[in-house]
């Protein structure tokens, strides 16, 4: 069970108890144990680097190497340099650090387990040898730690036991209180749904740990806040706050959930963002009286969130004419283009899930036009393209359905091109478009059987409709 979210407790004098213990407090032979990892000793070719090299040669071939993009000879001379003068040289840690993450995007299995440990451990050198950093002071440990554990979370992610990787994650940063690293966050909160999902954790071990990182995650808003162009990032964290709320919600029982929540939820009856949030975990309360009670503090505000949410509860109920009034009417009111686009793709999925592939293809489109970074309107469009052939009614079906699969394939791998890679969405676009190709395949005798009569091989056709591309009749 996989979830895309882009979503504490600490003292000063226990920064620098931690910075001086970093070494011993985090060797952790037992993990490499377990992923058959050997210390990082100088290996053959390193030993021959340091044997004929000065320090100051290292750093030179080192920054060759890396601008050659030879990423496995900058960790060879990185080995050598942190057990050198170099060692407080914070240029050896940046090289290796971006040498592994190159190395790492094109790793598998235990290669990528193996690379994510010495990635981590490059955190764990520079925070010994370094701390913060004299050019950059608000680089300190603490946020050297938070990217450690981003970078360690993202890459260990899938090749490593979920208990293993929220193991190593608590110890490194669940008491960091200040700037926490949402990313890290979310990731934490989803790797905790997973097992639960698979009962490695109990739904009371789930709740405490959702309590841990949604404060997190305030925290997270409330240092957000106080930057210049972060507004993305807070849209992005109380997405994914409303999106935990309502997985954690079928979880909890109404009777405690009123006991702990209700006198909160009356003091902040004025505060929007609360109460969209625990509204969210709420659902399986529909009804009850302290849900009514939230939906009515709701209702004060005639904004984008309100008729959103009734568009989402419509959408949920499958009542689709008021989820289409409410999205339209978020849409008119979205102030800023993340939110319309998100309005947009709602309604365009209200008629997907009716069929209605021409109204569905149109908000996508505007969706896309609004901004086009979200793999899912590239897949939903697509489908609407695939499903949607038959109102090209100038052309053979059997050709409208290839052109149609092709428009589709196109469509898709403009979003590989501005999308995130590590969306995970960005997979669902690739995968999309292999599966097109299968059917292409299926159908190809069909396909050639109409091409040949229709005398059309080798010729642009307009595949009209919704459609509306004009499209090359390859051979297949």
Known sequence: MKFYFLIAIFTCGYYVQMTAQIPEMRKEAWYREKIGMQEFDQDASSSAIASTAESSDVLVSMKNAYNQKDHQQVVAYYD???????????????????????????????????????????????????????????????????????????????????ADIYARMATLVLNMEDRPEHYTVTKMLEISFQQNSKGEINNDQLYERYKTHIGQLNKATAWL????????????????????????????????????????????????????????????????????????????????????????????NKNYPAAIENYKKAIELADFDERRAEAQGLLGQVYLSNRDYASAAKYYNQAIATTDTNPIYYVNLAQCF???????????????????????????????????????????????????????????????????????????????????????????
């Open 80 to 162: 050598v340099a942190v057990n050198s003068s170099l060692s407080r040289n914070s240029e050896i840690y940046r090289l290796a650090r971006n040498s592994m993450r190159n190395l790492l995007n094109e790793s598998k299995g235990q290669e990528r387990a193996q690379l994510a440990e010495q990635l981590y451990q490059v955190y764990e050198n520079r925070l010994s040898r370094i701390g913060t950093d004299k050019y950059d002071p608000t680089k300190d440990t603490q946020w050297n730690i938070w990217q450690q554990a981003k970078d360690y979370i993202f890459y260990a992610d899938d090749v490593l036991p979920d």
């Open 225 to 316: 806040t106080s930057q210049p162009n972060t507004r993305n990032q807070i849209i992005a964290i109380e997405k994914n706050k409303e999106t935990f709320a309502r997985l954690i919600g079928p979880k909890l029982i109404y009777e405690k959930f009123e006991t702990e929540y209700a006198d909160n939820i009356r003091a902040n009856q004025k505060n929007q963002q609360y109460l969209n949030t625990i509204f969210a975990m709420m659902e399986k309360f529909s009804g009850r009286p302290l849900y009514k009670e939230v939906e009515g503090y709701l209702n004060q505000w005639a904004d984008y969130s309100t008729y959103k949410r009734k568009g989402d509860t419509a959408l949920r």
């Open 386 to 476: 695939v499903y949607g052939y038959p109102s090209c009614t100038d052309v053979d079906k059997r050709i409208a359905y290839i052109a149609a699969m092709w428009a589709a394939q196109d469509l898709l791998r403009k979003g590989l091109t501005t999308c995130d890679k590590t969306d995970p969405g960005y997979r669902k676009i690739q995968d999309y478009i292999s599966s097109i190709e299968s059917k292409i395949q299926e159908n190809a005798s069909s396909y050639k059987q109409a091409v040949f009569q229709t005398r059309l091989s080798g010729q642009t056709i307009k595949l009209g409709g919704f459609i509306n591309r004009s499209i090359l009749l390859k051979n297949l």
